[in-house]
């Protein structure tokens, strides 16, 4: 697995993954820019997810949702904020309910990607999820957060060793 760690901050109310790769920042970018590649590994694999919308430009936004090894079905959202390609992105990911509206008592993440190069043909990518509240922390690590984010990172190796090199 890529993951290399999740260092949890409550004092920021901050959570960060990072992941280092074989493969050049571009390949990684496109994980996330291409919703058909995106599809392969956000979620946990028990939980793969299907993208409705994908429009990550500065004011768009991302709906997908996650369907459970018993068909159960979670929906969620990303308004996004800023793009930088293939550097960087920043938006808010929530829950939605079964019509795709935000669902107001769950909490919303301010999360930032960071993707750069570490020497020749590695990346390594960080995602910063910053929480509303320590509450809002410890409610989503509750749920799986934690857990749920290093499984579905750790899903990128396969699709990046399947991508041509850019």
Do not use: C
Request: charged content about 20%.
């Amino acid at each position: 697995m890529s993951v290399t760690s999740v260092v949890k901050h409550p004092e920021t109310r901050t959570m960060t993954l990072t992941a280092e790769f074989s493969a050049t920042p571009e390949q990684v970018w496109q994980l996330w820019a291409d919703p058909r590649l995106l599809e392969r590994w956000w979620g946990p694999p028990t939980y793969p997810a299907t993208v409705d919308d994908h429009d990550l430009t500065p004011g768009g936004s991302v709906t997908y949702v996650m369907t459970g090894p018993e068909g159960d079905r979670h929906r969620g959202w990303w308004h996004v904020l800023a793009v930088d390609p293939p550097r960087g992105l920043e938006l808010d990911d929530g829950f939605a309910d079964d019509a795709g509206r935000p669902v107001p008592d769950m909490p919303v993440t301010r999360m930032r990607l960071r993707v750069e190069p570490v020497g020749q043909g590695s990346t390594r990518m960080s995602v910063t999820s910053t929480f509303a509240s320590v509450e809002a922390m410890e409610q989503l690590v509750a749920m799986g957060m934690e857990e749920g984010m290093s499984l579905a990172v750790g899903q990128m190796d396969d699709i990046l060793a399947s991508l041509p090199v850019t």
